[in-house]
């Protein structure tokens, strides 16, 4: 099975710090995604990425930044954490083969912004 | 922009009884895939349908794909405390590059 490894389960940042929230996933995965999940609203694409050092916006990019230097890792950078960035983050990596174009999720990253 | 609603939001039923969810699209959709997130966990593939009117069956759960390819639902049978979760569909869009757009969730509650 894929694993998708985000290292850090639970943050708690200032207004204003730049936070770093990485990913890591053990197969030769292209695809590389990061969500948010907000209750109510569902999941929503912030930014993925399709190859090493590709990236494209998603729905809902601004305040965010992502890094894809290698493969297996792809990071979500927010530049200037504001209190509307208080969410359940949720990287992802997308397998393509015999079961289709199944997505596979780590555990999540809670950051709360104060 | 794309969107893939979902409803209900919420559902509590007693066990033993059943449980739709619905998931309707804007546009027509490549293919459907349904998730389920355990509470504290993070969603995990069910399954996912590609053809016009596609029916699958997993067990006690029911997927069916729209023959318009912009709605799909899940029916769960005689509800069991374990399926609890919210159930998230999510649409195929095939613009170069294959997006994946989610719905807002159903979440089930699940009574013994």
């Known amino acids: 099975d894929v694993k998708v490894t985000q290292s850090s389960r639970y943050l708690v940042k200032r207004t204003g710090e730049k936070v770093f929230l990485e990913c890591v996933q053990d197969m030769d995965h292209e695809n590389m995604f990061w969500y948010r999940q907000d209750p109510g609203l569902g999941l929503r694409l912030i930014y993925f990425s399709y190859d090493v050092k590709m990236k494209e916006k998603g729905d809902i990019p601004e305040g965010y930044s992502v890094s894809r230097e290698k493969k297996e890792r792809f990071s979500l950078i927010l530049e200037s954490a504001s209190t509307n960035q208080t969410s359940m983050y949720l990287c992802a990596a997308r397998y393509q083969g015999a079961r289709g174009n199944t997505i596979y999720f780590g555990e999540g990253s809670w950051l709360t912004v104060v | 922009g794309q969107q893939v609603m979902q409803i209900p939001q919420y559902q509590h039923v007693q066990e033993g009884e059943d449980f739709t969810t619905y998931c309707n699209s804007s546009t027509t959709l490549s293919n459907i895939q349904w998730y389920k997130q355990r509470p504290g966990g993070h969603p995990v593939f069910l399954i996912q349908?590609?053809?016009?009117?596609e029916v699958k069956k997993q067990k006690r759960l029911t997927f069916q794909f729209g023959e318009a390819k912009k709605n799909s639902s899940l029916h769960i049978t005689a509800t069991q405390t374990t399926d609890v979760g919210t159930y998230f569909c999510a649409g195929g869009v095939n613009t170069g590059f294959q997006k994946l757009v989610f719905g807002t969730g159903t979440r089930l509650l699940v009574s013994p």
């Open positions: 349908l590609v053809k016009s009117g």
